[in-house]
C-alpha cells in the first residue's frame, strides 16, 4: 500500500497533477508512520518525497522541515554515516543553495562528501556529483579558485569510473566552461564547451534538446569572442533542433527567437532583429509559422 502510493504520488507529478500527486505523498506519508512507526527509515523516504514536490513548486517553507527530520530520522535509523544520510544532506543543502544560503548549503555539501568517501571510498562517481554541488555553492560565493578545484576532482572521478564520453562528464565540463565564462576567459571555456557537445551529439544524436543547449553554449562563448558568424549558425542549428522536437509554436521556440533578436540587436542588425521577435511572437500565440486563424 505505501510503495503503491510513493510510486503513484511520483508518477502524478510528473504528469503535472500537482494537487493531486501532494494529496497522494501525504497519504504516503501517513500509511508510512501508521505501519512502520514515525523513525523508520521508510518514513523518511515519504517526507523526502513530498519535501521534492514542495521544492519543484519553490515553497521551500514547507519543504525544509520535512527534509529536517528525514535527516533526523536516517541519522537514528542507518547511522550518521550511511550513505542515504548524505543523500538527505544534499537534498537540504540543495534547497538551502537556491534560497542563495550559500555558507549553510556549503557546510552540509561538505558533510554529505566526507560521508560518502567514508562509506564508498574517494573516487565513486556519487562523490562527484557532491563535489559539482560545493563547487557551485563556492562559485556562487565568489570563491572561484576553490570551484576549481572540486570541479577539476569531479571531472577527473567521472573520466576514470565512467568514461570520457559519459554525460555526467558533459555536464562538470560545461559546469567549468560556465565558470570560465562568467570570468570572461571565453578561449578557455571554447574547447570545454565543444567537449561537451560532442559529448551530448554521441550519446543523443544531432538533434536531441540537449545538443541544443550545448549549441546555445558554445555560441555564447564565440560570441563572446568576437566570433559571431559562428556563434550565429550555432544558434540558428539550435534553434532548428528546438522546433523539430518541440515544434515551432511551442514556448521554448519563442524563447530562442528572443534569444536570437537579443544577439541580433548586440551586432546591431535591428532587421535581423526584429525578423526574431515577430517570429517569437508568433511562437507565443502557438502559431508558430504565422498561418494560423483565428
Not at 502524478?12 to 505523498?25: H, I, M, P, V
Not at 557532491?130 to 560565493?141: D, I, K, P, V, Y
Not at 573520466?159 to 560556465?178: M, R
Request: hydrophobic share 40%; glycine share 8%.
Amino acid at each position: 500500500m505505501w510503495e503503491e502510493l510513493n510510486r503513484k504520488a511520483v508518477d502524478l507529478f510528473q504528469s503535472g497533477k500537482y494537487s493531486e500527486a501532494l494529496d497522494t505523498a501525504r497519504l504516503a506519508l501517513q500509511k508510512a508512520e501508521e505501519a512502520f512507526g514515525p523513525g523508520d527509515a521508510r518514513v523518511a523516504r515519504s517526507l523526502n518525497n513530498l519535501a521534492e514536490m514542495y521544492r519543484a513548486q519553490v515553497k521551500y517553507a514547507e519543504a525544509e522541515p520535512l527534509w529536517q527530520r528525514a535527516l533526523e530520522i536516517r541519522e537514528k535509523a542507518l547511522g550518521k554515516d550511511h550513505p542515504d544520510v548524505a543523500t538527505s544532506l544534499n537534498n537540504l543543502a540543495g534547497a538551502y543553495f537556491e534560497q542563495g544560503r550559500f555558507s549553510e548549503a556549503e557546510g552540509l555539501f561538505k558533510r554529505a562528501i566526507a560521508i560518502l568517501e567514508k562509506s564508498l571510498g574517494r573516487d565513486h562517481p556519487d562523490i562527484a556529483v557532491s563535489l559539482n554541488n560545493l563547487a557551485a555553492a563556492h562559485r556562487a560565493s565568489g570563491r572561484l579558485p576553490a570551484a576549481k578545484l572540486l570541479y577539476e576532482r569531479a571531472l577527473s572521478i567521472q573520466e576514470k569510473s565512467l568514461g570520457p564520453d559519459h554525460l555526467e562528464v558533459g555536464t562538470t565540463l560545461n559546469n567549468i566552461a560556465g565558470m570560465y565564462d562568467s570570468q570572461n576567459r571565453h578561449a578557455d571555456a571554447e574547447p570545454l564547451y565543444r567537449r561537451a557537445l560532442g559529448i551530448a551529439e554521441k550519446n543523443f544524436g544531432p538533434f536531441h534538446p540537449h545538443v541544443a543547449a550545448s549549441l546555445h553554449n558554445l555560441a555564447s562563448t564565440l560570441a563572446g569572442l568576437g566570433r559571431f558568424d559562428e556563434a550565429e549558425q550555432l544558434l540558428l542549428r539550435s534553434q532548428h533542433i528546438m522546433e523539430k522536437n518541440f515544434g515551432p509554436g511551442h514556448p521554448y521556440a519563442a524563447t530562442g527567437w528572443e534569444n536570437l533578436a537579443e544577439f541580433y540587436e548586440g551586432m546591431g542588425q535591428p532587421d535581423k532583429a526584429q525578423a526574431a521577435r515577430d517570429r517569437s511572437a508568433q511562437s507565443n500565440t502557438g502559431c508558430g509559422t504565422g498561418k494560423c486563424t483565428h
